[in-house]
C-alpha cells in the first residue's frame, strides 16, 4: 500500500491487513509494548476544514509511532491564498515523509498525490473519508467478531460516509442498504460499483424499511462542512431520516449503532439511542487512533508494504 486516496483504491486483502495491523498496535498500546514503527518521521497534515478527531488522532498517532506531526491550517499556509496543490505538494514532499490532507475536492487530494513524491493520506473529502471507514470496520469486528455477511444499514445524506462506508462495506463481505432521500442519493461512481455486487447492495428512501434485521445502523449529519448553505433545505428534506427507536425496534436485538461524530442529536440520531450506544460510538471514535497508526505504518514506514 503506498497512499489511501479513497477505498475505492483498495483491496479487499488491503483493508483487512489494515484491520489486524491496527488491532496489533491496539493492543500494544494498551500493553506498554512499544511501537516506535516511524522513528524520526514527519507527517504535515493540511486542514482546509474544521477537526476534532482527525487532527487529534493523527497527531497523537504518530507521536505513538515515534514521529512527529505538523499541522498545517489552509489559514497559514499559502495555498490559502491561492498557491496551487500541485507546487504544495511539490514543496512538502522535500520536507516531510507523508502528508494527510482534509480538503474539499477528492481531485485535489488526487493532484496532491500525483505531484508529491510521498504518501498521502485523505483525511476527508466531499466524496470520500477513508479513515473513518477504517476505524468503523475496525470496531464492527470487535463488536462483531466477523464483518462478512453482517446486514449494514445506513440512514441519512448519500454523502462522503455514505460513498465510503458503500464500497468498504461491500468489499468486506457485508450485504448494505442505504435509506436516503430522492436527490440525495450517492453519485453514480459509487452506486455504478455497488450495483455490481447485486443483491447485496440495495438504496430505498424508507428508513424502517432499510434497517430491517441490520447488524449495524450508521448515520451522519444531514448537512455536511461546506453546506452550511444549504442547512435549512436540508433539514425539511431530511425530516424523518434519524436513527430512533422505530428504526432500533426492526434492527437485529444486539444490533449496534455507530456516528462518524460529530453528530446533531435530535436530527439524524435520537438521544436516547446515541446515549444507548455511547460505548460503541466512543470506541469507534478511539479506534480512528489505531487504524490511522496502521495506515501511517503501511504507508510511511520500512515494513514490507503490499
Ligand atoms: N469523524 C471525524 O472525522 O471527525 P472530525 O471532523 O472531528 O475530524
Ligand atoms: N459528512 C460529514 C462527516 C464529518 C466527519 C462532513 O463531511 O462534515
Given at each position: 500500500?503506498?497512499q489511501l486516496l479513497k477505498?475505492?483504491?483498495?483491496?479487499?486483502?488491503?483493508?483487512t491487513?489494515?484491520?489486524?495491523?491496527?488491532?496489533?498496535?491496539k493492543?500494544?498500546?494498551?500493553?506498554g509494548?512499544p511501537?516506535k514503527?516511524?522513528?524520526?518521521?514527519t507527517?504535515?497534515?493540511?486542514?482546509?476544514?474544521?477537526s476534532?478527531?482527525?487532527?487529534?488522532s493523527?497527531?497523537?498517532?504518530?507521536?505513538?509511532?515515534?514521529?512527529?506531526?505538523?499541522?498545517?491550517?489552509?489559514?497559514d499556509?499559502?495555498?490559502?491564498?491561492g498557491?496551487p496543490?500541485?507546487?504544495?505538494?511539490?514543496?512538502?514532499s522535500?520536507?516531510?515523509?507523508g502528508i494527510?490532507?482534509?480538503?474539499?475536492?477528492?481531485?485535489?487530494?488526487?493532484?496532491?498525490?500525483?505531484y508529491?513524491?510521498?504518501?498521502?493520506?485523505n483525511?476527508?473529502?466531499?466524496?470520500?473519508?477513508?479513515c473513518?471507514?477504517?476505524a468503523?470496520?475496525m470496531?464492527?469486528?470487535e463488536y462483531k467478531?466477523?464483518?462478512?455477511?453482517?446486514n449494514?444499514?445506513?440512514?441519512?445524506d448519500?454523502n462522503?460516509?455514505?460513498?465510503?462506508?458503500?464500497?468498504?462495506?461491500?468489499?468486506m463481505?457485508?450485504?448494505?442498504?442505504?435509506a436516503?432521500?430522492?436527490?440525495?442519493?450517492p453519485?453514480?461512481?459509487?452506486?455504478?460499483?455497488?450495483?455490481?455486487?447485486?443483491d447485496?447492495?440495495?438504496?430505498v428512501?424508507?428508513?424502517?424499511?432499510?434497517?430491517?434485521?441490520?447488524d449495524?445502523?450508521?448515520?451522519?449529519?444531514?448537512?455536511?462542512?461546506g453546506?452550511?448553505?444549504e442547512v435549512?433545505?436540508?433539514?425539511?428534506a431530511f425530516?424523518?431520516?434519524?436513527?430512533?427507536?422505530?428504526v432500533?425496534a426492526?434492527?437485529?436485538?444486539d444490533?449496534?449503532v455507530?456516528h462518524?461524530?460529530?453528530?446533531?442529536?435530535g436530527?439524524e440520531?435520537?438521544e436516547?439511542i446515541?446515549?444507548?450506544?455511547a460505548?460503541e460510538?466512543?470506541?469507534?471514535?478511539?479506534?480512528?487512533?489505531?487504524a490511522?497508526k496502521?495506515?501511517?505504518?503501511?504507508?510511511m514506514?520500512?515494513?514490507e508494504?503490499?
Amino acid at each position: 500500500m503506498k497512499q489511501l486516496l479513497k477505498m475505492l483504491d483498495l483491496s479487499t486483502e488491503e483493508i483487512t491487513e489494515i484491520l489486524n495491523l491496527a488491532d496489533q498496535l491496539k493492543y500494544e498500546l494498551k500493553n506498554g509494548i512499544p511501537h516506535k514503527h516511524l522513528e524520526g518521521k514527519t507527517l504535515g497534515m493540511i486542514f482546509q476544514k474544521c477537526s476534532t478527531r482527525t487532527r487529534v488522532s493523527f497527531e497523537t498517532g504518530i507521536y505513538q509511532l515515534g514521529g512527529q506531526p505538523l499541522f498545517l491550517s489552509s489559514n497559514d499556509l499559502q495555498i490559502g491564498r491561492g498557491e496551487p496543490v500541485q507546487d504544495t505538494a511539490r514543496v512538502l514532499s522535500r520536507y516531510v515523509n507523508g502528508i494527510m490532507i482534509r480538503t474539499f475536492e477528492q481531485n485535489e487530494v488526487e493532484e496532491l498525490a500525483k505531484y508529491g513524491s510521498v504518501p498521502v493520506i485523505n483525511g476527508l473529502t466531499d466524496f470520500s473519508h477513508p479513515c473513518q471507514v477504517l476505524a468503523d470496520l475496525m470496531t464492527i469486528r470487535e463488536y462483531k467478531n466477523k464483518i462478512d455477511g453482517l446486514n449494514f444499514c445506513f440512514i441519512g445524506d448519500g454523502n462522503n460516509m455514505a460513498n465510503s462506508l458503500t464500497v468498504g462495506c461491500l468489499k468486506m463481505g457485508m450485504n448494505v442498504t442505504l435509506a436516503c432521500p430522492t436527490g440525495y442519493y450517492p453519485p453514480d461512481i459509487i452506486l455504478d460499483f455497488a450495483k455490481a455486487y447485486g443483491d447485496k447492495f440495495r438504496i430505498v428512501n424508507d428508513p424502517v424499511t432499510a434497517a430491517k434485521d441490520a447488524d449495524v445502523v450508521y448515520t451522519d449529519v444531514w448537512a455536511s462542512m461546506g453546506m452550511e448553505d444549504e442547512v435549512e433545505a436540508r433539514r425539511i428534506a431530511f425530516r424523518g431520516y434519524q436513527v430512533n427507536d422505530e428504526v432500533m425496534a426492526v434492527a437485529k436485538p444486539d444490533a449496534i449503532v455507530l456516528h462518524c461524530l460529530p453528530a446533531h442529536k435530535g436530527e439524524e440520531i435520537t438521544e436516547k439511542i446515541f446515549e444507548a450506544h455511547a460505548d460503541e460510538i466512543f470506541e469507534e471514535a478511539e479506534n480512528r487512533l489505531h487504524a490511522q497508526k496502521a495506515v501511517m505504518v503501511l504507508v510511511m514506514g520500512d515494513k514490507e508494504q503490499s
